[in-house]
């Protein structure tokens, strides 16, 4: 069971001032869980979590991570200036890009941000676009192969663009040593939504092992180890979710098995979680505007791929609770679609739900992460509002949807689009 954080008396009171489909996000539940997450790793004195930006790319929600103690992980220039401008500064913002544009490394520094390179050429790179190496500089890496746990393949670090060869690393903090650097980290994101307790603690063990072979050979005893993302949620109703209590005493056994007997007891551990920071705290609610009967049923609603993006790109399931009909039985199959002339644009496949009307409203969950922020404009079709829902029951809005006049802004070239720009 799945339950939402609202109910529709409040989402048609919403609805009054705010048009749907719109995103909804519950402050509470943000704020818990990053307490939590905080409470789980609470053994480790430099413990951070820098949250993905990426995830959710909304400057009232980094505030409220900000004030839970959290930094931001930010893989862009603009990601970079909404960190700044949300007050987040110097070494509470990882800079973690890949195929950087040079003038990135070059703001990242400006404001003190940890610099972590993906590939060994970048040491190169940033080293002749700065004229320096800043004092402290993290690398990332990736062991290739497949990851496993207990026998399961989780991910395939071989096929993915990401981090240096284990041979590539050692040669960087050598590298990175002669040239001055005086603090170091490592940073590795080796499987995806993962929904096991296990990641996070077999993740720390590789490098955990990796951090006492780099002291060894190269004198280098690292500051940091950044376990990035990864952590899932559970989709799925029946999915049993996380614990993140337990991940974190996961992790803190290794690190006493591994770290501390090799005098590395001393490194901070840094996460950079953005779906499990904000992903079940995020919903976007559209309402049902037609029905089609052909060779399958369809419901037809107000939002569409645009608005969210993972069931059609990687054919991810979400929830669906149909709002005032949480206890109806499910009784019909239903796809649910957008309006975009693509195929894949279907929020459902064969769904079974209650009967539906037009007007009802659909409560999409598990939307706060990777969701809005991977929000497009095909088909000339239009960003929704994204909206706070706060501890004390009231709305505030947080994000205004687009109009016309934002998505033609850009082609205000020679007036031709004047009219509707007016
Ligand atoms: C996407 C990403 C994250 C966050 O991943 P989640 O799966 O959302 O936790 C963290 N770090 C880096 C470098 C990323 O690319």
Not at 168 to 179: A, F, P, S
Not at 186 to 191: K, N, P, Q, S
Request: net charge negative.
């Amino acid at each position: 069971m799945k339950t939402p954080y609202a109910t529709l008396e409040q989402i048609k009171a919403i609805n009054k001032t705010y048009k749907t489909p719109f995103y909804l996000y519950d402050e509470k539940g943000i704020r818990e869980n990053a307490r939590k997450v905080h409470q789980a790793f609470s053994w480790n004195n430099g413990f951070k979590e820098y949250f993905a930006v990426k995830a959710c790319p909304n400057p009232t929600i980094l505030k409220i991570l900000k004030e839970e103690g959290c930094g931001t992980d930010c893989s862009s220039i603009t990601e970079l200036q909404m960190s700044d401008a949300c007050g987040f500064s110097g070494h509470d913002i990882m800079f973690s890009s890949n195929d950087t544009p040079l003038e990135e490394y070059v703001f990242a520094d400006k404001l003190g941000a940890i610099i972590n390179l993906d590939d060994f050429t970048n040491i190169d790179e940033v080293l002749d676009t700065l004229g320096y190496l800043p004092e402290t500089m993290s690398l990332r890496y990736n062991p290739g192969g497949y990851f496993t746990i207990a026998n399961t393949i989780m991910d395939n670090p071989q096929d993915a663009k990401y981090g240096m060869t284990t041979e590539q690393i050692i040669e960087g903090y050598r590298i990175l040593k002669d040239r001055g650097v005086k603090r170091f980290g490592m940073h590795a994101f080796l499987a995806s939504n993962t929904v096991t307790n296990d990641y996070y603690p077999t993740l720390a063990k590789q490098l955990f092992e990796l951090a006492v072979r780099i002291k060894n050979e190269t004198g280098v005893s690292l500051d940091f180890i950044n376990l990035s993302g990864g952590v899932g949620i559970p989709y799925k109703p029946d999915q049993k979710g996380n614990d993140i209590l337990e991940i974190g005493a996961g992790v803190h056994k290794v690190y006493d098995e591994v770290l501390v007997p090799n005098d590395l007891g001393n490194i901070s551990i840094f996460t950079e979680m953005g779906r499990f920071m904000t992903g079940p705290y995020g919903a976007l609610v559209t309402k049902v505007i037609h029905f089609k009967h052909t060779y399958k049923e369809y419901v037809g609603v107000d939002a569409c791929a645009v608005n969210l993006m993972r069931p059609a790109m990687y054919g991810a399931y979400h929830h669906i609770t149909v709002l005032g009909k949480e206890s109806a039985p499910a009784t019909k199959t239903y796809d649910v679609v957008g309006s975009l002339c693509e195929n894949n644009d279907k929020f459902a496949i064969d769904r079974e739900l209650p009967e539906v009307q037009k007007g009802d409203y659909l409560f999409i969950h598990d939307t706060g992460a990777h969701g809005f922020a991977m929000g497009y404009n095909y088909n000339g079709k239009l960003w929704s509002s994204e909206l706070l829902l706060r501890e004390d029951g009231s709305v505030k809005l947080i994000r205004r949807a687009q109009t016309p006049k934002d998505y033609f802004a850009t082609l205000d070239i020679d007036d031709t689009m004047a009219k509707y720009l007016k």
